[in-house]
């Protein structure tokens, strides 16, 4: 991938993504190259900049992996729905059986778009196992 289109400034920031981050970046970065192929806007180098710096504003969110993917997941809820989800585990010893029923009432109220990763039905199983992994770090951190 030339990161050619890059200014030196953007090719810094880059690099300060982790690898996972800046290898998800380049599969971006040649999808968007595909999809102009052959159109009036396939020598445009901003094209390329933005897919290869599109998730630099996570570098500043100090959220893991997990956190992030949760934070990406809350933003497909519906917020009146949501409070009924967190009435799931609050004042509760998050056993297996709490996790679960918060993890079914997450994806209740989920509604995630299907795209290349994965269907609906699919990222919304996903969606209930990082909102069960999530509580369980939460609560391990909490003790």
Do not use: C
């Amino acid at each position: 991938m030339d990161t050619g289109a890059l200014t030196p400034e953007g090719f810094a920031q880059f690099r300060r993504q982790p690898n996972h981050d800046q290898r998800h970046a380049v599969g971006v970065a040649r999808d968007v190259q595909a999809r102009l192929r052959d159109t009036s806007h396939a020598d445009d180098p901003r094209w390329l900049s933005a897919a290869l710096l599109h998730d630099v504003g996570k570098l500043d969110s100090r959220l893991g992996v997990y956190g992030r993917v949760v934070a990406t997941v809350s933003g497909t809820l519906r917020t009146a729905s949501a409070a009924d989800a967190a009435k799931a585990v609050i004042g509760t010893s998050l056993d297996q059986a709490t996790l679960k029923k918060a993890a079914s009432a997450a994806q209740a109220i989920m509604s995630p778009a299907a795209d290349a990763r994965g269907p609906v039905e699919y990222r919304r199983h996903v969606g209930g196992i990082m909102v069960m992994r999530a509580l369980q770090r939460a609560a391990s951190r909490a003790k």
